[in-house]
């Protein structure tokens, strides 16, 4: 049989009420404890990955400073991973071509290539890595960016037009000039005339400041520009000149193909570059200097370039410079009566010759010995460091009579002369002319352009730079931008 217990009708009814409340307050407890271990964790999360922000974006700036360093001993990496693990970091360089928009290239520019900005990459990470699942900071990104200026390569640099001619000059009877070229005037006239008659060809632009332009009989196969009167032949292109007037009614100005612009605007010709010897200055494009060598007069001062003295001098060079077949230089600045040269002279390197002044008299030629490219320079240097051409005490012109030849394919020759060019009867140049004046350019002139420049100068802009043809290292600049980045 079962039994029921009766309740004890002694006890009171809310018997049990005081464990409820303590079940109650302990819960609370619990979710207190809870809530603050909660919020101690993510504090703690916050807090390291705080830390953890401020170590990557350190460890970044590090990358950055790591690529300006290296930069700055002639080093660019396309990319690179720091071997440290603190701070530790990577980073990769790219380059721009423009000074402005957003356009990048991955790597180092080549040294042909004529960037305008570097920009550094830099990813850094924290040493002590953010924890509660809080990792934000672990990693972060730095872009710097900085001005580039390109490497110069060394070895003499072409610039300049073909013609230069700063006191004027005079083409006549039959001459035939090959003067085109980009960007540029191919004769520049920079404080005098050009004239020309009986049937000359000028194959390029002519720019004529400081004074007129008398083509009669003549045929310009390009633009014109002068500062004066044109008189005219033929022009294919177009003309600007200050004082012709076109013919009552008339639209265009007879001989000229193209427009005809009156008192327009005229390309700019560069200054008079003072050029003077300094042997140091010359160095061919596997950065060797070229070797100097002193001939010795005859007895009236004169200087030949004869086959003797052209061996002596490439004897003279060091044997690893002669291994090679490195230029040469003939000073004959001490030859009172000029440089002189007779017959074919073969030429088995690249020649710089510096003397006070040039005399070339009948059937006098100039070739490679093979079918290697030489380069030939005749220069009368200006020891006058004023702006204008300076014939000075000792120096005269350069003159040709009675048959000058430069090899059409393998050899190309620069003259240089404070004084003037004079030239007769007949002579064929491939290269470039510099000069204070021309005489005469008579009979059957043959002139093809090719480049060839001068140590240190800009013949485009008449700048002169110190060290010659040794080239620069390329450089970066001032930092234009730093700024972080996102990581994604």
Request: with cysteine.
């Amino acid at each position: 049989m079962l039994l029921k217990t009766r309740p004890d009708p002694g006890q009171p009814k809310d018997h049990g009420s005081a464990l409820i409340a303590v079940i109650g307050v302990a819960a609370i407890l619990m979710i207190l404890g809870l809530s603050l271990a909660a919020v101690t964790t993510h504090s703690l999360g916050t807090t390291s990955s705080t830390r953890a922000g401020i170590q990557s974006v350190a460890a970044a700036e590090s990358g950055v400073n790591a690529a300006i360093v290296a930069l700055r001993g002639g080093t660019c990496s396309a990319s690179y991973v720091s071997t440290a693990t603190v701070p530790g970091f990577g980073y990769a360089t790219s380059y721009s071509l423009s000074a402005t928009d957003n356009s990048w290239v991955d790597g180092c520019p080549a040294s042909v290539v004529q960037a305008k900005r570097l920009k550094v990459t830099s990813t850094g990470y924290a040493s002590s890595k953010g924890v509660a699942g809080i990792t934000g900071g672990d990693k972060s990104i730095v872009e710097a960016t900085f001005t580039y200026v390109p490497a110069v390569l060394p070895g003499v640099p072409s610039t300049g037009a073909a013609i230069y001619m700063y006191g004027g000059v005079v083409f006549a009877n039959n001459g035939n000039l090959v003067v085109s070229q980009s960007g540029t005037a191919a004769i520049q006239i920079k404080n005098g005339s050009l004239s020309c008659s009986n049937n000359t060809v000028i194959q390029g632009d002519v720019t004529v400041l400081g004074g007129d332009l008398d083509i009669n009989a003549c045929t310009i196969r390009g633009n014109a520009w002068t500062s004066g009167a044109a008189s005219l032949g033929h022009i294919t292109g177009n003309l600007t000149a200050t004082n012709t007037a076109v013919p009552t009614g008339s639209s265009s100005l007879p001989g000229v193909d193209g427009a005809y612009t009156r008192n327009g605007a005229l390309p700019p010709v560069p200054g008079w570059v003072d050029f003077t010897y300094l042997a140091s200055n010359w160095v061919d494009s596997s950065g060797n200097p070229y070797t100097p060598y002193t001939p010795t007069p005859d007895g009236s001062g004169v200087c030949e370039l004869t086959p003797s003295v052209l061996a002596a001098a490439s004897a003279n060079r060091p044997p690893a410079r002669a291994a090679y077949n490195a230029p040469i230089i003939i000073n004959g600045l001490g030859c009172s009566g000029g440089v002189t040269a007779t017959g074919t002279v073969n030429l088995t390197t690249s020649v710089a010759v510096f003397a006070p002044e040039y005399n070339f008299n009948n059937n006098v030629g100039f070739k490679s010995s093979t079918t290697e490219q030489r380069q030939l320079w005749f220069i009368t240097p200006d020891n006058t460091p004023n702006g204008l051409p300076t014939c000075g005490t000792g120096q005269g012109d350069f003159t040709i009579n009675n048959s000058f030849d430069i090899d059409q394919v393998n050899t190309a020759v620069m003259v240089y002369t404070p004084c003037r060019f004079v030239a007769k009867n007949s002579f064929k140049w491939r290269g470039q002319m510099y000069a204070n004046g021309a005489n005469d350019f008579k009979n059957n002139t043959g002139f093809e352009f090719v480049g060839l420049g001068l140590p240190g100068v800009d013949l485009n802009t008449g700048v002169t730079t110190p060290g010659g043809s040794a080239g620069t290292a390329a450089k970066f600049k001032e930092m234009l931008t730093m700024r972080d980045r996102a990581v994604g």
